[in-house]
């Protein structure tokens, strides 16, 4: 395999509830095998307790949601000393600590209380639930109960809302998130059809001084979210493969550049760093 040219800068680890066969040590083993320079693990923080319409109490995925996603489950003391020890473990390897906040405008004192614990150097941010009737769902089991289109634009909508009520996180994940559970009966999904919501959260999120990940974990990066970033002003991209397991570090990462650099980024001055926006 060509020696990878840049970071990842969305890894998940057993530190993240969802991430089954998530392994911080792991993960930098297969880093230095691939020659992967430097990695961020930005494990999930999210306080929402999950509505999951027509789902029994006593299946898994219930238990799972209900133990780890509410109140956060991001150890604040077992996280950190992980890291510490794959740090010292690989030396020679940049790792920077993250975490992926999930909906944190709408829990400002959790966030508090985890940004004060724990110091990280990669913050992400991104919806992962909408509300519905009163408490919020998990986005991509609306889809069992909702029009894909109406679920699409009320994403949208609370990531525009997202950008200018929280301020502490510095990139946007995956802003496309919805279509990773895209009905494949349902109406085709046109980037065109959500212009105008994609080219105010792109303003927004220029205006602001943040940065805009060009996410590799599904569905596969397209050019005219890119290009709208550039053409809002946006000042640079990030890279993130969002694994949640090591052998999926860094996949498509290839197509992300390729597709970054035709938008008009270029490399920065550091593995880990954002490619900013060429001209």
């Known amino acids: 395999m060509p020696e990878p040219i840049l970071g990842d800068n969305h890894v998940h680890t057993e530190w993240s509830w969802d991430a089954i066969g998530g ?14 320079p430097a990695v961020a693990f930005t494990d ?45 473990m690989f030396p020679e390897l940049t790792i920077l600590s993250g975490v992926e906040l999930g909906e944190p405008h709408l829990f400002p004192a959790k966030v508090h209380e985890l940004l004060r614990a724990v110091e990280f150097q990669r913050i992400l941010g991104s919806p992962h639930a909408l509300p519905v009737g009163g408490a919020p769902a998990f986005v991509l089991d609306l889809f069992k109960s909702t029009d894909p289109v109406r679920v699409m634009r009320d994403y949208l909508a609370e990531t525009l809302t ?14 496309d998130y919805p ?13 065109e059809d959500y212009e105008e919501e994609y080219r105010s959260i792109f303003r927004e999120l220029a205006s602001s ?20 970033w550039h053409e809002s002003g946006g000042s640079a991209v990030f890279f993130g493969s969002d694994a949640h397991r090591p052998a999926a570090i860094t996949r498509e990462v290839r197509e992300a550049v390729a597709l970054a650099e035709a938008c008009g980024f270029s490399p920065g001055n550091h593995p880990a760093g954002p490619w900013p926006r060429r001209h």
Request: aromatic content about 6%.
């Open 162 to 175: 997202m950008i200018r009520l929280e301020n502490r996180f510095e990139v946007l994940a995956h802003g």
């Open 179 to 191: 279509l990773r559970g895209w009905p494949a009966c349902g109406p085709s999904y046109a980037d």
């Open 44 to 88: 999930h923080a999210d306080f929402t307790a999950w509505t999951l319409p027509d789902v029994q109490e006593s299946s898994p995925e219930v238990r799972t949601i209900g133990r780890h996603a509410t109140g956060g489950f991001l150890d604040e003391h077992g996280y950190p000393e992980t890291l510490h020890r794959c740090r010292s």
């Open 23 to 36: 392994s911080m040590v792991g993960t930098r083993e297969e880093a230095v095998r691939i020659g992967l």
């Open 209 to 228: 001084e943040r940065v805009l990940e060009i996410n590799t974990g599904g569905p596969s990066p397209r050019p005219k979210p890119i290009r709208r």
